[in-house]
T-cell receptor, first 113, second 109 residues
Framework: DTGVSQDPRHKITKRGQNVTFRCDPI?????LYWYRQTLGQGPEFLTY????????KSRLLSDRFSAERPKGSFSTLEIQRTEQGDSAMYLCASSFGIGNEQFFGPGTRLTVL | KNEVEQSPQNLTAQEGEFITINCSYS?????LHWLQQHPGGGIVSLFM???GKKKHGRLIATINIQEKHSSLHITASHPRDSAVYIC???????????FGTGTSLTVIP
């Protein structure tokens, strides 16, 4: 078991560009969560999936953000037309079922210039 | 107002000191979690609590459901305990976490 992995670990982009991040959860975990963390703050919930279904989206997830989990395994988070305010650490976590511990990936640090 | 409040925001201790970090929440929860985050971002789960008290090594976590309050204690603190400690709650539906802002702990040798 290699744990939750995220790719890339770091991304620097120019304002207005699109970026896509990938998360590979622990293989038997059916729930996958995306969070965003800005400097000096705790993480904030963005969205979560149960298998391939996206069950909830935070109001933080503007229409420039889209997330998918097409086969109920890995997930992608895309940000279109990036803005400087999107600069943050994007964290992925997975769990098995409801009420169980979440396991976090190392995060993808996005810097928008 | 944040649904999860932590105190203190920053804490500096001498090696060997007993440390307490507090967390209060204002919503109904299914569980409360204490997490540790090291520089670089990786988050590790320390405890998941729905009642009572748990102990793991030098770490102790307690929760009072009626008062909506939890504490994380570190006994005999060590410089390797230096990290950000984050309190998070999972609500009854969905299980997504809602986080406090974290407590940055520095333990000086």
């Amino acid at each position: 078991d290699t744990g939750v992995s995220q790719d890339p670990r770091h991304k620097i982009t120019k304002r207005g560009q699109n970026v896509t991040f990938r998360c590979d959860p622990i293989s038997e975990h059916n729930r996958l969560y995306w969070y965003r963390q800005t400097l000096g703050q705790g993480p904030e919930f963005l969205t979560y999936f149960q298998n391939e279904a996206q069950l909830e989206k935070s109001r933080l997830l503007s229409d420039r953000f889209s997330a998918e989990r097409p086969k109920g395994s890995f997930s992608t988070l895309e940000i279109q037309r990036t803005e400087q305010g999107d600069s943050a650490m994007y964290l992925c976590a997975s769990s098995f079922g409801i009420g169980n511990e979440q396991f976090f990936g190392p995060g993808t640090r996005l810097t928008v210039l | 107002k944040n649904e999860v409040e932590q105190s203190p925001q920053n804490l500096t201790a001498q090696e060997g000191e007993f440390i307490t970090i507090n967390c209060s929440y204002s919503v109904g929860i299914s569980a409360l979690h204490w997490l540790q985050q090291h520089p670089g971002g990786g988050i590790v789960s320390l405890f998941m609590l729905s009642s009572g008290k748990k102990k793991h090594g030098r770490l102790i976590a307690t929760i009072n459901i009626q008062e909506k309050h939890s504490s994380l204690h570190i006994t005999a603190s060590h410089p390797r305990d230096s990290a950000v400690y984050i309190c998070a709650v999972s609500k009854i539906a969905g299980n997504q976490f809602y986080f406090g802002t974290g407590t940055s702990l520095t333990v000086i040798p």
